[in-house]
């Protein structure tokens, strides 16, 4: 097991000739990162994508962890870790983008949180979620989905790889249950949590199996998990939900198993090394379908933050 905190900004700037060639003031992307809360880097590299997707529109969108000098429209991600914040450090023209699953008794639905939604515009990257934000009273003002972009393209693959399976999140009883279940078997297991940018990176490529499975009732895929590894050619074992859409979009490309077969499913597949490669051109072949400039720029349009599609940037 890894849990120890790494990360380093991995972000655009004006080296990239592209990005220096931007329009800046118009919009900026804030991680809400409260104070000694490390894991507002599970957004870096959905704010690393969005910031590509928004160069190649034609827009600079520097990455801030703190809001205190933004007065352009600010996509706020992690808005749900906003309760206690500041008020008076609050962009003027915040769109919230959720990235969370959205379902009863969640602990970041509070009173508190669900009226700064209402307050403001509000993005949803699954349209599940968006139908559990109208029984709460808030519109979901559009849906910007979770894509690919080229510059997402950072892990090295590896020739020889010495973790049989790697899971990396947070654990719940379900999801113990299958790791331990594994190494009862033989399995050489690993699991990540709190380990971001380049030391997460080199463990990813270290291993043949990337598991994802569910932590909540909602069971929606996790595709803000799931599409990095894709991007990254990785062979992905993932457990069925309710995401049918996507599932079959990606069952050319992605493993999919029943809770109870996953300890099944990661077997066989580690007997089967050319499966494992077919997985990984078909799964990095199926996200690339998924356009994270168009995704943004529909988004945009949506929710009328732009007139028109803009002439798009050298990419």
């Avoid at 008076?88 to 700064?116: C, H, R």
Wanted: charged content about 25%.
């Amino acid at each position: 097991m890894s849990h120890a905190a790494s990360s380093k900004s991995r972000f655009l700037d004006d080296n990239d000739l592209g990005y220096a060639s931007a329009k800046p003031n118009t919009f900026a992307i804030w991680i809400v990162t409260p104070s000694g809360y490390s894991h507002s880097q599970c957004f870096d590299d959905i704010a690393f994508s969005l910031q590509v997707a928004f160069r190649n529109l034609g827009f600079k969108a520097p990455v801030m962890n703190n809001p205190k000098w933004i007065s352009d429209t600010t996509l706020v991600l992690g808005p749900n870790l906003l309760p206690g914040f500041p008020r008076n450090l609050m962009p003027p023209n915040a769109v919230f983008y959720n990235l969370e699953q959205i379902y009863d008794g969640s602990p970041w639905l509070t009173k508190e949180f669900l009226a700064l939604a209402g307050q403001n515009k509000l993005w949803d990257y699954n349209h599940i979620n968006k139908h559990a934000w109208l029984k709460l009273g808030v519109n979901t003002d559009a849906i910007c989905e979770v894509g690919f972009v080229k510059e997402l393209q950072r892990i090295e693959p590896q020739k020889s790889r010495d973790i049989d399976v790697l899971f990396v999140g947070s654990l719940n009883e379900r999801r113990k249950t299958i790791l331990e279940r594994l190494q009862s078997e033989g399995v050489s297991v690993h699991w990540l949590f709190n380990v971001y940018g380049e030391e997460r990176d080199q463990i990813i490529a270290r291993a043949k199996l990337l598991l994802n499975f569910h932590q909540h009732e909602t069971q929606i895929f996790e595709i803000i998990r799931v599409s990095y590894l894709l991007a990254n050619r990785c062979c992905v074992v993932s457990e069925t939900g309710c995401n049918r859409d996507a599932e079959q979009h990606f069952s050319e490309g992605v493993e999919f198993s029943s809770y109870d077969s996953l300890i099944r499913v990661c077997l066989s597949l580690l007997a089967d090394e050319d499966k494992q490669e077919n997985l990984r051109h078909r799964g990095y072949e199926a996200i690339k379908d998924f356009d994270q400039t168009k995704l943004l720029e529909k988004a945009l349009l949506e929710s009328q933050l732009i007139d028109e599609t803009p002439a798009p940037n050298s990419r």
